[in-house]
């Protein structure tokens, strides 16, 4: 009983003050708008945002390195994601032009074209994400997140230091 106690309290506390709890969950509600605004195209949000990464390098293509760095996603996760947007035909992946060792990434024609008919359903789903958090919470989340994300951009310590202290 004192075990069930004390995993009800720790779950109390978690689910209370843990910053990963909260913005996994509020993660999953935002990217549902998103992923329901895509699905006409197949496509679900973090396949979006890598097309657009991808995509930013224009035709030369984006080493796979810089994707990890710009989307601070594992190696392996980005792996596991370019294949899936190469089997649809959507991503091309190449040895690099200088050092075969480094892949670059270009999208395919499929692809721009499917980035650029998402464009449409991206943005209404932006809006009415928008629109449901309300103009000030949104401009507030958007720095929130940005803050996080210039806190851990230059991480290349072990993950339980990748963010650094602000003191």
Same mark, same amino acid.
């Given at each position: 009983? =004192?075990? &069930?106690? +004390? @995993?009800? =309290?720790? @779950? #109390?506390e978690i689910r209370s003050a843990c910053l990963s709890f909260r913005s996994r969950r509020a993660a999953r509600i935002i990217t549902r708008a998103y992923d329901d605004a895509l699905r006409p195209l197949g %496509?679900?949000? /973090?396949? !979006?945002? !890598? !097309? @657009?990464?991808?995509?930013?390098?224009? %035709? =030369? *293509?984006?080493? &796979?390195p810089v994707l990890v760095d710009v989307l601070a996603?594992? /190696?392996? $996760?980005? @792996?596991?994601n370019l294949k899936q947007l190469e089997k649809g035909g959507l991503a091309e992946v190449v040895s690099g032009p200088s050092d075969r060792? &480094?892949?670059? &990434? $270009?999208?395919?024609g499929k692809g721009r074209e499917i980035l650029a008919a998402a464009l449409p359903l991206w943005r +209404? +789903?932006?809006?009415?994400v #928008?629109?449901? %958090? *309300?103009? =000030?919470m949104?401009?507030? %989340?958007?720095?929130? !997140?940005?803050g996080v994300a210039r806190l851990g951009r230059d991480c290349r310590a072990p993950r339980e230091r990748c963010l650094p202290d602000r003191g």
């Open positions: 009983m =004192k075990d &069930v106690d +004390a @995993s009800i =309290k720790a @779950s #109390e %496509l679900q949000a /973090p396949q !979006l945002t !890598l !097309l @657009s990464a991808i995509a930013a390098a224009g %035709l =030369k *293509g984006q080493r &796979v996603i594992d /190696p392996t $996760t980005i @792996s596991r060792r &480094v892949r670059v &990434v $270009t999208l395919t +209404a +789903a932006h809006r009415q #928008e629109e449901r %958090l *309300g103009a =000030k949104a401009m507030h %989340l958007a720095e929130a !997140l940005d």
